[in-house]
């Protein structure tokens, strides 16, 4: 029998092994090893899932690729699909594009998610008819936001950027609001006139109408922003002056005024909307290059703790 010294030993030389593998790149796998690791992404032991991921990630493209497409188009588990399309997600496969076609009308949410969340970073015009007449119909509270986003990648393509507008102003405030964030990302100058429509009302979409006026970068909703200023709730206001700041006017002052109101939300508990919107102004004047919006987040939030540190982090990624 092997001893109890000599098999730590033993564990340490595969575990140095395994590293050296790991360094070393790509770790070749057996197609069976590939099919059990894949089978195992849904498990619902975290170590095991993680392993099984560690194992198809590593194993070389041309073993791991035809394996998850075949799991995608077969597997008996709707989870399993899924997660064998999000890493499809990760190979430059042309194969990959036909998976993520078919699963665009999958009856399974969660591959329509991936499919359209796919088809904003690599954009297809030519699938453009599809997506709007998906959009006439998709309900799903995590599919939509992404098709939402997929179309507004392709916006320049007829019709898109007029059905995007119209759907800023109707429905559901959580869809309004998935809408109104992707006109301002994609800088969309022939919305603003909406924007600023619904800048003017008071309620849970003035914050995100103000943000994405400032995003587009359109000096003429400065009035707006501005009159903001005077009359907007408390709550709006850390959303206004990022805004403000993201065109490029007078934005010193108003990174100080975020850094300021999150500071104080992090002293005096109890201010949560102030804390959420100065975390996020400060997260999208840095998302613009400015580095000392990106340092108050980091200088707040490393010694921070919950509730301050959710809501820092989530600026920050």
């Known amino acids: 029998m092997v001893s109890h010294r000599a098999a730590i030993v033993l564990a340490a030389l595969l575990t140095a092994t395994a590293a050296v593998a790991q360094e070393r790149g790509p770790t070749p796998a057996s197609p069976e090893e590939i099919r059990q690791a894949i089978g195992k992404l ?15 990630r590593r194993a070389p493209p041309a073993q791991v690729v035809p394996a998850l497409l075949q799991a995608v188009a077969e597997h008996a588990d709707g989870y399993i699909r899924y997660k064998a399309l999000t890493l499809l997600t990760g190979y430059s496969d042309p194969r990959t594009v036909d998976a993520m076609k078919e699963a665009m009308v999958s009856p399974n949410d969660r591959l329509r998610e991936v499919a359209f969340a796919y088809f904003e970073q690599y954009p297809e015009p030519a699938l453009t008819a599809r997506m709007l007449a998906a959009l006439d119909k998709e309900e799903g509270e995590f599919v939509r936001p992404a098709l939402i986003r997929a179309l507004a ?35 969309m100058a022939a919305a603003v006139p909406k924007l600023t429509e619904i800048a003017k009302i008071d309620g849970p979409l003035q914050d995100d109408a103000a943000t994405a006026l400032g995003k587009i970068g359109d000096k003429t909703a400065l009035g707006t922003l501005a009159e903001l200023q005077r009359t907007a ?15 490029g006017i007078n934005c010193s002052a108003h990174v100080g005024y975020l850094e300021k109101t999150l500071t104080f939300a992090d002293t005096y508990p109890g201010y949560q909307d102030l804390l959420r919107g100065a975390a996020a102004g400060l997260g999208n004047i840095a998302r613009q290059g400015n580095a000392e919006a990106l340092d108050i987040l980091f200088r707040v939030g490393i010694p921070s703790q919950d509730p301050v540190r959710a809501p820092v982090t989530l600026a920050v990624g």
């Open 42 to 56: 849904g498990d619902l032991d975290y170590p095991t899932r993680m392993a099984a991921g560690r194992t198809i």
């Open 233 to 247: 709730p408390k709550e709006t206001q850390p959303a206004v002056a990022a805004a403000i700041c993201l065109m």
């Open 153 to 187: 990648a392709i916006h320049k393509e007829p019709k898109v950027t007029d059905v995007l507008i119209r759907d800023a102003g109707r429905g559901v405030d959580f869809f309004r609001s998935t809408v109104i964030e992707a006109l301002g990302d994609y800088q």
